[in-house]
């Protein structure tokens, strides 16, 4: 069965940082981009950050750059997002996505998704 998990998620005052993790099981990892996606409360779900496969790139959205870092682990089929300097504003779920780089487009790259961790930033 295809599964991504997300885990890391919580609550934290802006400034501080949380580290998101997302594994891997069955045939979702290997040859696939991954990706970190987030939907805040009456938003639609935006792209946040993309890694490719192997991991020689990486893309991020405007909002997150140069506080968001992603990358990934292939041995463990893990993808990593580490968050610092968080605000009010990066309040959402947090979804973690496999599928091609064009995910940094649309989500219609995206081919599957986790169930999503919530993350709340206080101010």
């Known amino acids: 069965q295809v599964q991504l998990v997300e885990s890391g998620g919580g609550l934290v005052q802006a400034g501080n940082s949380l580290r998101l993790s997302c594994v891997s099981s069955?045939?979702?990892?290997?040859?696939?981009?991954m990706g970190w996606f987030r939907q805040a409360p009456g938003m639609e779900r935006e792209f946040v950050a993309a890694?490719?496969?192997?991991?020689?790139?990486?893309y991020y959205s405007d909002s997150v750059k140069g506080r968001f870092t992603i990358s990934r682990d292939n041995a463990k089929n893990t993808v990593n997002l580490q968050m610092n300097s968080l605000k009010p504003e990066d309040t959402a779920v947090y979804y973690c996505?496999?599928?091609?780089?064009?995910?940094?487009?649309?989500?219609?790259?995206?081919?599957?998704w986790g169930q999503g961790t919530q993350v709340t930033v206080s101010s």
């Open positions: 890694i490719s496969w192997p991991g020689s790139s990486t």
């Open positions: 069955g045939r979702t990892f290997n040859g696939y981009a």
């Open positions: 996505a496999s599928g091609t780089s064009a995910m940094r487009i649309g989500v219609q790259a995206v081919v599957y």
